[in-house]
């Protein structure tokens, strides 16, 4: 019996030991830094509001954790968004806002090798949205003064990795309402630009 003990813990030693040999010759926990440009409009069930796409900027911290080809991605960061509306009375409106998204989205790695990689993703989004400015009518501005701070979205894109450095083009949808006056829900694309501090 002490011979089989001796003999399990003896196993179980070796295994431990190739295990954190393996994952120091390989790192599956990566931290890094990420900035981009996103391309914003909201969508509305006003049929007085025409929603067009307007150009913003993000950045912020990122993190991954590879398991295999699959992998978990976390991020935090700041967007500056911006998007504008036609009205159906000749006039026009820009809305700009800030916010803080924490996009989680789970990728494969289709091709994946030691210095690059080819993935797709999807996942949610919380986005909590702040200092938001409307230049336009009162009756617009009314319509988006319960403007709604938190909000739930999906995701999802295609990326590439080479050494540490990382890219991705990505789509995202609301599934609540920045404005309950006029349902209007944000849309994005997104083209983000990434490195990995290890």
């Known amino acids: 019996m002490k011979q089989q003990f001796l003999a399990l813990s003896s196993f179980l030693l070796c295994i431990t030991c190739s295990v954190e040999t393996r994952a120091q010759q390989t790192q599956t926990f990566h931290i890094g830094i990420k900035g981009g440009a996103n391309f914003t409009k909201t969508s509305t069930e006003s049929s007085a509001l025409e929603g067009k796409y307007g150009f913003g900027y993000q950045g912020g911290m990122i993190t991954r954790m590879d398991i295999g080809s699959l992998y978990v991605q976390g991020e935090a960061l700041f967007n500056k968004r911006k998007t504008s509306y036609d009205t159906k009375d000749g006039t026009s409106a820009k809305l700009s806002w800030n916010s803080v998204d924490i996009p989680v989205v789970?990728?494969?790695?289709?091709?994946?090798?030691?210095?690059?990689?080819?993935?797709?993703?999807?996942?949610?989004?919380?986005?909590?949205?702040?200092?938001?400015?409307?230049?336009?009518?009162?009756?617009?501005?009314?319509?988006?003064?319960?403007f709604d701070k938190s909000n739930?979205?999906?995701?999802?894109?295609?990326?590439?990795?080479?050494?540490?450095?990382?890219?991705?083009?990505?789509?995202?949808?609301?599934?609540?309402?920045?404005?309950?006056?006029?349902?209007s829900k944000p849309h994005s694309f997104t083209l983000g630009i990434g490195y990995f501090l290890f």
Request: glycine letters at 12%; hydrophobic letters at 35%.
């Open 152 to 183: 739930i979205g999906i995701t999802g894109g295609i990326g590439v990795d080479y050494k540490n450095f990382t890219a991705d083009l990505r789509y995202e949808t609301g599934l609540s309402s920045i404005s309950r006056e006029f349902k």
């Open 106 to 146: 789970i990728g494969y790695k289709f091709f994946n090798t030691k210095d690059f990689n080819v993935r797709a993703f999807a996942g949610g989004v919380y986005s909590y949205a702040f200092k938001n400015n409307l230049s336009t009518s009162k009756a617009l501005q009314e319509g988006f003064k319960s």
